[in-house]
């Protein structure tokens, strides 16, 4: 008999903690973005859509070398690198990429290939828009996400690749 009223009795308290908790956070204010009418707020770890970055002389930093393709667990990435040249220099390396695509369909925003970078030339950003009911329009190639040049600013063109290692010590 005593062992059934303290059933009850344990009961009765744990449905009273558990509504206690309910009706403690009814009275909260309810905490809601006003997206899309306002701006989306990030976390300072989002990881969006990537970004190609560029140098300080508005070249690209991504100099080829195929770690971020091969840091990733999906196999998103597809690069082809072309050499620079004394008359055409894209980049402050050897090689460039002159195909970099990544298909969004299969990426899964791990961060691999941002860790494996050597030159920090790709970035995440803050795009977060990617759905589309078209998975071709899911690979999203070079020109889409190599960061803007600033306003009036154009790439500078090294002729002299010693000069280019040179900065490259210094900095």
Same mark, same amino acid.
Do not use: W
């Given at each position: 008999m005593a062992s059934k009223i303290q059933e009850i009795?344990?009961?009765?308290?744990?449905?009273?903690?558990?509504?206690?908790?309910?009706?403690?956070?009814?009275?909260?204010?309810?905490?809601?973005e006003d997206y899309p009418d306002g701006p989306a707020i990030f976390q300072?770890? %989002?990881?969006? @859509?990537?970004?190609?970055?560029?140098?300080?002389?508005?070249?690209?930093?991504?100099?080829?070398?195929? #770690?971020?393709?091969a840091a990733c667990p999906v196999e998103c990435i597809y690069i082809e690198a072309k050499e620079n040249t004394e008359q055409q220099r894209i980049?402050?390396?050897?090689?460039?990429?002159e195909v970099y695509n990544i298909d969004y369909?299969?990426?899964?925003?791990?961060g691999y290939c941002v860790e494996a970078c050597p030159t920090d030339?790709?970035?995440?950003?803050?795009? %977060?828009?990617? @759905?589309?009911?078209n998975t071709s329009t899911l690979i999203i190639r070079k020109e889409q996400m190599l960061?803007? #040049?600033?306003p009036g600013k154009k790439?500078?063109?090294?002729?002299?690749?010693a000069a280019t290692?040179?900065?490259?010590?210094?900095h």
């Open positions: 009795l344990g009961s009765a308290a744990a449905i009273a903690k558990g509504m206690s908790i309910t009706f403690k956070e009814m009275l909260q204010p309810t905490i809601t300072e770890r %989002f990881r969006g @859509a990537h970004v190609l970055q560029r140098d300080e002389n508005g070249l690209e930093k991504c100099v080829a070398c195929f #770690l971020c393709a980049s402050g390396g050897e090689r460039y990429a369909s299969r990426c899964i925003f791990c030339a790709i970035t995440h950003g803050h795009g %977060f828009e990617l @759905a589309s009911y960061a803007p #040049l600033e790439p500078s063109v090294v002729l002299d690749p290692a040179l900065a490259a010590d210094h």
